[in-house]
């Protein structure tokens, strides 16, 4: 159980990946992947296509989202894992927070003008497939395309990070409002790559047990984003915590992503994986398979 292929965190064409949740799939069980979820940024438009493409392909599916939370100043993502992707509150939610997007990358492509990069609002919105999905991620397509950076890594550093000339700050959902969303609609929350924030230990230490106080069950511990001493940091986070172990690689493109689909190290012995959850369906998923055979 402990040592699943388990991959519970990636992006597809919903959001800012550059895969279909079909490619995705498909590239999963490449990966050897055997319990997967799509978890694009504040969307479930992929979810129906990527539940079927897993279920053709033999893998336990796990809907998910990664719901943009602001905390403590910070952009901090928690996914929704096992959610009902039909469920009114979350669908309401999440669309309330696209809204913002469209508005934000204005102000972005603005921002950039000003820096001496014209055109990129209208460039960005062409690689997202709609307005309301437009991420950074497009923008950093953009500029590498235009040829102001040679990798989206380096657009990033440059011109998006906070602080530099295309950041803009938004507001996005708060901990409590994301966490309650993804409760209500039967899924469980997990701090998404938490060394990747820039919080003081006081204030990494609220995100935990506020996150913990509205119900979030779940942390991400072995991801793309974490060093080795990161991956035990987390670890003893989530014990500390009574939180679950997640493990996701975070891909979006290939080329652009560091970590391949099913590819990323074991989770750590000491913790409890989030699909001891989910026990049942991945038994009964292991003797539907057997008896294929
Ligand atoms: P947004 O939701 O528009 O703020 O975009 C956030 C997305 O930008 C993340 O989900 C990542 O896909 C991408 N991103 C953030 N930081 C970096 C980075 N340093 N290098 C590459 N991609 C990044
Ligand atoms: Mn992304
Ligand atoms: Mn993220
Ligand atoms: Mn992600």
Partial sequence: MHLLNADLHCHSTASDGSLSPTELAQRARKGGVVLWALTDHDELAGQAEAAAAAKALGMAYVPGVEVSVTFAGET???????????????????????AGREGRARAMGDSLAKAGIPGAYEGAIAYADNPELVSRTH???????????????????????EGKP?????KWAGLGEAVGWIRAAGGVAAIAHPARYHFSPTAEYALFSEFREHGGRAVEVTCASHFPDEVAKYAEMAREFGLLA???????????SRVELGTLPDLPGQVTPIWSLW???????????LAQH
């Avoid at 950093?140 to 998006?160: M, Y």
């Avoid at 295309?166 to 938004?170: L, R």
């Fill in 279 to 289: 026990a049942d369906r991945l038994a009964e998923r292991y003797e539907a398979s």
């Fill in 166 to 170: 295309g950041f803009v700050e938004h």
């Fill in 246 to 256: 997640s493990r996701g690689s975070d891909f979006h493109a290939p080329g652009e």
């Fill in 76 to 98: 901090v993502h928690i996914l929704g894992l096992d959610v009902d992707p039909e469920h009114p509150g979350l669908v309401r939610g999440l669309a309330a927070l696209r």
């Fill in 139 to 161: 923008f950093a397509r953009f500029l590498v395309e235009q040829g102001h950076c040679a990798n989206v890594q380096e657009v990033f550093q440059r011109f998006l990070k």
